[in-house]
């Protein structure tokens, strides 16, 4: 007997899951009042580009859509069998998938770790934004170095992004993922261009991981409470 397992790891599966997942976050994207704060990010960011996009697991879904026409961009995402319909869903919505993820333990280079840190080095330096989530896996909102690595050998600052609706589902596991739906607000909050210098020691590459960290806490505050029409800081219902 065939079992779900086996069926969500056929290509034809991931493929169509994809496909559908690419679509309705479209429809998210169509049917939400749109604003982004700054309003004027994209003007004054055009001096930074190629850029590093930095963000929370499970906050993640609707970040395609922080990009525009005129950027090329590449995100990281993992070689788990969610990852792959992650690259599909990405891929349809104009975003070239890299794959890979970090790790705390000795199986980085098994997932990709390394490739994948190459990869995305080569897309900067090729004029491409890259985009990753900036926490760990499995340890939601702690940030952790790979980022900041990233940022020092490639020269390029990294942007903490944040994007919110005022309607979704908050689902109680360990990344806190949000599933965006139709027919509300959406913002998008970047936050200030943190940049590691090339000659960083451990205490500054540590320094610029709890900034990363602070700051897109900050930015994610920031989205939800445009959206749920609050002032910032202000404790979430």
Not at 20 to 27: F, N, P, S, T, V
Not at 111 to 123: D, H, N, P
Not at 183 to 194: H, L, P, S, T
Request: avoid cysteine.
């Amino acid at each position: 007997m065939v079992s779900l397992r086996q069926i969500g790891s056929a290509p034809w599966a991931q493929k169509t899951v994809g496909v559908l997942a690419a679509e309705y976050l479209r429809l998210v994207w169509w049917t939400n009042r749109f604003v982004i704060e700054p309003a004027d990010f994209y003007e004054r960011s055009g001096p930074n580009i190629p850029f590093i996009v930095a963000m929370w697991h499970g906050q993640h879904f609707m970040v395609p859509f922080f990009k525009r026409e005129q950027h090329r961009v590449k995100a990281l995402i993992s070689r788990h069998r969610d990852g792959a319909i992650n690259a599909i869903a990405a891929a349809r919505l104009g975003i070239e998938p890299v794959r890979g993820s970090g790790s705390h333990g000795r199986d980085y280079h098994r997932k990709g770790g390394v490739s994948a840190f190459k990869e995305l080095l080569a897309a900067l330096d090729e004029g491409y934004n890259v985009a990753l989530t900036a926490d760990v896996p499995k340890v939601s909102r702690i940030a952790g170095r790979g980022i900041v690595q990233l940022a020092r050998a490639s020269g390029r600052p990294i942007y903490p992004v944040a994007v919110a609706t005022s309607r979704r589902i908050e689902l109680r596991n360990w990344d806190r993922t949000s599933i965006n739906l139709p027919f509300g607000r959406f913002a998008i909050a970047v936050g200030a261009a943190i940049r590691v210098p090339a000659d960083a020691d451990d205490a500054a590459v540590e320094a610029a991981r709890q900034l990363v960290e602070s700051e897109l806490n900050a930015t994610t505050d920031r989205a939800y409470a445009i959206v749920d029409r609050r002032a910032a800081g202000a404790a979430r219902g």
